[in-house]
T-cell receptor
Framework: KQEVTQIPAALSVPEGENLVLNCSFT??????LQWFRQDPGKGLTSLLLIQSSQREQTSGRLNASLDKSSGRSTLYIAASQPGDSATYLCAGTLGGSNYKLTFGKGTLLTVNP | ETGVTQSPTHLIKTRGQQVTLRCSSQ?????VSWYQQALGQGPQFIFQYYREEENGRGNFPPRFSGLQFPNYSSELNVNALELDDSALYLCASSLPLFGELFFGEGSRLTVL
């Protein structure tokens, strides 16, 4: 069974801190790894997409890396702000699928002022 | 450029009823996927449509069905609703083959 695991389930940090969210997956034959943000009761906002030939992607204060050999991805958030508070989900196309995203359960991030 | 839009945003049904959820894809995207997100869980893949054909399906029973129209919009139909069908239903559009998925705000279904 293809699985995506996110640790920790919840994280609380003071404003201004740099932080790392972790994602692990069971299949090294991953096509894409995508990070999303979800605010309470809302849809998903795409943050970063890493394709299988890439090792990392950056957007503003966000940097995501992909290590297929170890089955891990990390999302680094620099200089966190209260507005970054949300649930962060990672998802990958695993098991030979090129269309189905398998999601983790997410990490609930709270940035305290 | 318009994003993915879904309707209705919220709805309440009773067990045994049927529901239709609608999705308009982002401009230029011809592939639509549907996901179910139960409270506190990550989204689960229901199915994907490409060129008006079902392109892949997750572990959902046949009472979950869909359509895609020539303008790439899509519908998700659920028959014989059960209490466990209560969830946020998310639609995502993309370009085919390894494309980045863009999600709508979802339709919150409550089954009583």
């Amino acid at each position: 069974k293809q699985e995506v695991t996110q640790i920790p389930a919840a994280l609380s940090v003071p404003e201004g801190e740099n932080l790392v969210l972790n994602c692990s997956f069971t299949d090294s034959a991953i096509y894409n790894l995508q990070w999303f943000r979800q605010d309470p009761g809302k849809g998903l906002t795409s943050l970063l997409l890493i394709q299988s030939s890439q090792r990392e992607q950056t957007s503003g204060r966000l940097n995501a890396s992909l290590d297929k050999s170890s089955g891990r991805s990390t999302l680094y958030i620099a200089a966190s702000q209260p507005g970054d508070s949300a649930t962060y989900l990672c998802a990958g196309t695993l098991g030979g699928s090129n269309y189905k995203l398998t999601f983790g359960k997410g990490t609930l991030l709270t940035v305290n002022p | 450029e318009t994003g993915v839009t879904q309707s209705p945003t919220h709805l309440i049904k009773t067990r045994g009823q049927q529901v239709t959820l609608r999705c308009s894809s982002q401009s230029g995207h011809n592939t639509v996927s549907w996901y179910q997100q139960a409270l506190g869980q990550g989204p689960q893949f229901i199915f994907q449509y490409y060129r008006e054909e079902e392109n892949g399906r997750g572990n959902f029973p046949p009472r979950f069905s869909g359509l895609q129209f020539p303008n790439y919009s899509s519908e998700l139909n659920v028959n014989a609703l059960e209490l466990d069908d209560s969830a946020l239903y998310l639609c995502a559009s993309s370009l085919p083959l390894f494309g980045e998925l863009f999600f709508g705000e979802g339709s919150r279904l409550t089954v009583l």
